[in-house]
T-cell receptor
Framework: AQRVTQPEKLLSVFKGAPVELKCNYS??????LFWYVQYSRQRLQLLLR??SRESIKGFTADLNKGETSFHLKKPFAQEEDSAMYYC??????????????FGKGTKLTVNP | DAGVIQSPRHEVTEMGQEVTLRCKPI?????LFWYRQTMMRGLELLIY????????DSGMPEDRFSAKMPNASFSTLKIQPSEPRDSAVYFC?????????????FGPGTRLTVT
């Protein structure tokens, strides 16, 4: 079964400091990993996917299959990065359907 | 485009009552998802449809829950009878064909409180 673990419920950093939101996964197949973000009073939205290897709003995430991790990083946090971040994994279920499984989320607060 | 539309935004009902949540996906999107979010369990997929056909309903908690998608622009999630443990935020999301299921566009959610 697919599982996504985000060990930190809350993460607080100061503006300009580096930030890393941790995500670990469990999946027997070849996973596709994603980060979703929900800013205050906005809808949950896709931030980035590992396949595209892109940087969005200064965030990057590298899939480490050896450590089964997909941590989200940004070298210099900004106050507008304060939000709820969800790691998600797309894979096949035992029934053969594709499913997106979310972690429980990490609330990031960037202090001035 | 208004995005995914959900109604009502808030619902307060008494235990035993029937509750119906509604969703209008983004026009042209082929996938529709229903999620439930609680503090304890996080965001859980309940059911999803592709071209109006249910594909995976393994997340539906029990027979009290049912979902329908009579056409490409409308879906309902019904709870009958409702129980206090059903209190949660229910999200609807849709995604376009060709993007698999990962690029989901979420609605604002319906906050359900069952007393």
């Amino acid at each position: 079964a697919q599982r996504v673990t985000q060990p930190e419920k809350l993460l607080s950093v100061f503006k300009g400091a580096p930030v890393e939101l941790k995500c670990n996964y469990s999946y027997s197949g070849s996973p596709e990993l994603f980060w979703y973000v929900q800013y205050s009073r906005q809808r949950l939205q896709l931030l980035l996917r590992h396949i595209s290897r892109e940087s969005i709003k200064g965030f990057t995430a590298d899939l480490n299959k050896g450590e089964t991790s997909f941590h989200l990083k940004k070298p210099f946090a900004q106050e507008e990065d304060s939000a709820m971040y969800y790691c998600a994994l797309s894979g096949l279920t035992q029934g053969g359907s594709e499913k997106l499984v979310f972690g429980k989320g990490t609330k990031l607060t960037v202090n001035p | 485009d208004a995005g995914v539309i959900q109604s009502p935004r808030h619902e307060v009902t008494e235990m035993g009552q029937e509750v119906t949540l509604r969703c209008k996906p983004i026009s042209g999107h082929d996938y529709l998802f229903w999620y439930r979010q609680t503090m304890m369990r996080g965001l859980e997929l309940l059911i999803y449809f592709n071209n109006n056909v249910p594909i995976d309903d393994s997340g539906m908690p029990e027979d009290r829950f049912s979902a329908k998608m009579p056409n490409a622009s409308f879906s309902t999630l019904k709870i009958q009878p409702s129980e206090p443990r059903d209190s949660a935020v229910y999200f609807c999301a849709s995604s376009p064909s060709g993007r698999g299921i990962y690029e989901q566009y979420f609605g604002p959610g319906t906050r359900l409180t069952v007393t």
